[in-house]
C-alpha cells in the first residue's frame, strides 16, 4: 500500500491550495480515504474523510465550508480543495486509507502517507 501526497507548500492567510493523495497497492475503492493534520507540538487532527460508496464526506468543525474533499476512483486519487486558509492551518497534512470509516475519523487509520507541509503566512 502506497499513499503519496502532493500540493503542500506555503500560502498567504485567504489563499487556496488544493492537495492530492495518490493511492495505490491496494483496491481504492474498497477504501475510505482522510485527511489528518498535526502541527509542531500540537494533536493529530481528522481534518476530512470521504467513503466510496455512497462518497459520503466527513469535515473537522475547524474546516468546514472551506475545504472540500473529493476523490476519482478511476485514477485512484483523492483531492483536498482548501481555502479561506488561515494561519492555523499551517501543518503536516497526511492522507490515509483504511476499510474503517470510523477508524478514519478517529484517526486510526491502518494506512498513512509520508505527509506534505501546508504553511499558511498571516
Known amino acids: 500500500v502506497q499513499l503519496v501526497e502532493s500540493g503542500g507548500g506555503e500560502v498567504e492567510a485567504g489563499g487556496s491550495l488544493r492537495l492530492s493523495c495518490a493511492a495505490s497497492?491496494?483496491?481504492?475503492?474498497?477504501?475510505?480515504i482522510g485527511w489528518l493534520r498535526q502541527a509542531p507540538g500540537n494533536e493529530r487532527e481528522v481534518v476530512s474523510g470521504?467513503?466510496?460508496?455512497?462518497?459520503?464526506?466527513y469535515y473537522a468543525d475547524s474546516v468546514k465550508g472551506r475545504f472540500t474533499i473529493s476523490r476519482d476512483n478511476a485514477k485512484s486519487l483523492v483531492y483536498l480543495q482548501m481555502s479561506s486558509l488561515k494561519p492555523e492551518d499551517t501543518a503536516n497534512y497526511y492522507c490515509?486509507?483504511?476499510?474503517?470509516?470510523?477508524?478514519?475519523?478517529?484517526?486510526?487509520?491502518?494506512?498513512w502517507g509520508k505527509g506534505t507541509l501546508v504553511t499558511i503566512s498571516s
Open positions: 497497492g491496494f483496491r481504492f475503492d474498497d477504501y475510505t
Open positions: 490515509t486509507a483504511d476499510h474503517s470509516s470510523k477508524d478514519i475519523r478517529d484517526g486510526r487509520a491502518s494506512y
Open positions: 470521504i467513503a466510496s460508496r455512497p462518497g459520503t464526506t
